[in-house]
Structure formats: C-alpha cells, structure tokens
C-alpha cells in the first residue's frame, strides 16, 4: 500500500496530525463550555494564573528542554543520565518555589477568598510541569505516543468539564480540573518511559553533566525567559486597563486560535531532532532546501483553513461561549490571521536552533520583547483588546521574516 512506503517522518507526522484533531475537537467543545460557565471575569482569573505559572517555570526550565532535545537527539550514550539530570533538577528547584509560593497565598499576597483556589492551583501545576518529560518524547521521535496520552488527557478533562460544570463555576474550576488531567498524564508518560528505556528519569543529579547543560542552555534560557515575557507581558497589561473581564475576552479568543494552531504543531514538533539530523549528515543548504519545502507545504495547509475559520468566526463563537464573548470575534480573526506566518515560519524557527546560532537566536527574541512591550503598553492603553491584537500581528510577521533572513543568509553563504 501507498502509506507503507511514506517516511517514518511523514507517518509520525499523520499519527501527531488524527491525534490532535480529535483531541482538539473534543477539548475546543469542552473548553469552551467550561469557559461558558465560568464568564468572562472567572475565566481572566484562571488565565491570569496560567500566565504567572508559564512564567514562574522559566525558573527551573528556560533553555533546558532544548538542549535536551538537541544532545539526545544525536544518539548519545548518556541519553539517559542528560534526561535524568534534567528531570531531577528541575523538580527539586520547584519543590522548594511551591512550598515559598504556597505560603505566600495562604499568608503573604492578600488574595481574595474567591481567588485562592485558583493560585493553589497554579502552584501545583507548577510542579507538575516540571516533571514533563515531553522533551525526551521528542528528541526521541516518540510524540505520536506523548500525542495518545495528551488524547486521553484531554478526553478526561472535557468529559468532566460537560458532566460537572454549570454556569456560575467559581475561579479556579476549570484550574481543578486541569490539575487531575496533568496528574493523570504525566503518570502515564512516565509509565510508557519506563517501559521504554527501562528506567525512570529520577535520581542523583550528576553536578559535572548538569553544570555542562547549564553552561549550554544559558543562551536559550534567556531567549525563552524574554521569548515568554512579551506574551505574558500583554496579558498583565491587558488585566491592568482593561480588567479581568477583557482578558477572559481575550483570553476566549486564545483557545480558539489554539485549536486551530495545534494542527500544525502536529508537524512543527518534529521539526527539530530531524533537522539536527539533516544538517550534521548532509549539510547546511540540504537543511535549507527542505526547509524552503516544509514552509511551503505548510502554508498549502493552513492558508484555506484560517480563512474558512476567520469566516466562520461570527457563527462558532456565539454558539460555543455565548453573548458575553461576541467581543472576542473580531479579535481571534486578527490574531489568527497573525498566525499564517507563525505557521509558516515556524521551520525557520526550529532551523535556525538546528544550526546552533544561538546569539543570534538571543538577539531577536530580545530586540522583539522589547518592541512588543512598548507597544503593547501604548496600543492597549489607547486601543484596548483591538490593539493588543493587532501588536500580537504584527509581533509575529516581524519574528518570521527576521528568522528567514537570517536562515537563509547563514545557509547560503
């Protein structure tokens, strides 16, 4: 048959797409009646912690992840100890933050009563963050796994969420909810791991290998502390002049575009330990021919179906979340149409990371945290919801043409 003789890329690649489209479809149905219960204010509130907890993990993670791909990805023969190395340090450094941060909510930050419950989560899925092992998954070209677990996930979450919610759910609900989900697939991960390698990534921190990683990651942990910051940035100044209620708005505008954009992360995941591949056995111009390739067939993807979603968008949105987020109509089709070159981009993205120019790397992501950060505050202040979306726009066009021209500029030298 045809599929037999595809390439173990193109199948991983199909497996990771039919996984993300039915758990996409199943958490976008259960997402949206979630945020439906919960409104706009109380659905600020859990993207206000979901910002903070994606920050506060920058602490143990930053660069980590890459680096981990990039050196296990190469076959090495301590695959293993680099895992575990990384794993370990990365759950001792965020036990100790939780414990700080669970006695600061309790004692310290003057929370209110009804918010509470949604930053204890948050501290807890902080942990359990650090215990993802989805970077072993793809450095190992494994994801259509992680993807099989992340379905189950998502099944139970949503299943939960149409079984139990109702509309009135107090802040931090759906965070509850969240919290068991990642409880359930992370034993899961950690099972199939075992089975795997034989071992789990727990135990002694060899101080030799993780100073190396450190050393190497450092570049990277800065580019992705600044990379996270804009994102994050807009969303506290959205809460500052707009309040909780706009950033539910749009933060309902977010889980939209992230259905649509885990489509083509399906591919973009697997992106990095094939590129690494490309360039060390064939070179740099054979990495940027298959490049120029990968970022074409993408765009013969993803260009109809944002127009269809951007057209689509005055029906879906009234139907899954109700009149409370009509607001967020014409800001998803801003920022998804901000996300066509993000799609297409992204395997200059993972290139230039594959050629190992990580200055350079660090020099973009700064120059555009900076950028963005202005003019978030003037746009947002001046403009509300409808200016943050059009700076996420332009943000993103800006970072995707810079990645192309320096990948191109460097291969083709």
């Known amino acids: 048959m045809p599929f037999l003789n595809l390439s173990k890329f193109t199948k991983d690649g199909l497996k990771l797409l039919s996984f993300n489209l039915f758990s996409r479809l199943i958490g976008f149905f259960g997402t949206t009646y979630a945020a439906k219960c919960l409104g706009p204010y109380n659905l600020g509130v859990s993207g206000l912690v979901h910002t903070s907890v994606t920050q506060a993990s920058l602490l143990y993670d930053g660069g980590l992840n890459i680096i981990g791909i990039r050196d296990t990805s190469a076959k090495s023969e301590n695959r293993n100890e680099i895992i575990t190395t990384i794993i370990s340090f990365r759950a001792l450094i965020s036990l ?41 998954y793809q450095a190992n070209e494994k994801l259509p796994l992680l993807s099989s677990i992340t379905f189950i996930g998502v099944v139970f979450s949503s299943l939960t969420y149409l079984i139990y919610f109702n509309p009135g759910m107090t802040a931090g609900s759906d965070l509850v909810v969240i919290c068991f989900s990642n409880i359930l697939t992370t034993s899961l991960s950690w099972w199939f791991y075992r089975r795997q390698f034989g071992e789990l990534p727990l135990g002694l921190v060899s101080f030799n290998l993780l100073k190396k990683i450190l050393l190497k990651s450092k ?195």
Request: net charge positive; proline share 3%; with cysteine.
């Open 96 to 136: 100790f933050i939780s414990f700080a941060a669970v006695l600061a909510i309790s004692f310290g930050l003057g929370l209110h009563e009804n918010d509470k419950l949604a930053w204890y989560c948050g501290v807890f899925l902080f942990f359990i963050n650090s215990l993802n092992l989805n970077f072993a």
């Open 219 to 413: 570049t990277f942990w800065i580019t992705n502390a600044v990379g996270s910051a804009y994102p994050a940035l807009q969303i506290y100044i959205i809460t500052l002049f707009v309040g909780l209620n706009g950033t539910g708005i749009f933060r309902s505008a977010l889980i939209v575009v992230g259905a649509v954009e885990l489509v083509f992360s399906s591919f973009s995941t697997l992106f990095l330990p094939r590129m690494i591949n490309w360039r060390s056995e064939k070179g740099d111009l054979f990495l940027w021919n298959n490049t120029i390739k990968l970022s074409a067939l993408i765009f013969l993807i993803c260009f109809p179906l944002c127009v269809v979603a951007i057209l689509g968008a005055p029906i879906i949105f009234p139907i899954v979340f109700g009149p409370n987020f009509n607001e967020a109509i014409l800001i998803f089709q801003i920022i998804l149409i901000g996300k066509i070159p993000v799609f297409v981009g992204a395997p200059f993205y993972y290139g230039i990371i594959a050629l190992a120019i990580d200055r350079i790397f660090l020099i973009i992501s700064v120059s555009i945290a900076l950028l963005s950060s202005i003019l978030n505050f003037y746009f947002v202040k001046s403009f509300g919801l409808i200016g943050a979306a059009f700076i996420q726009l332009t943000i993103e066009l800006l970072q995707c043409i810079l990645f192309f021209l320096i990948m191109k500029k460097h291969c083709n030298r």
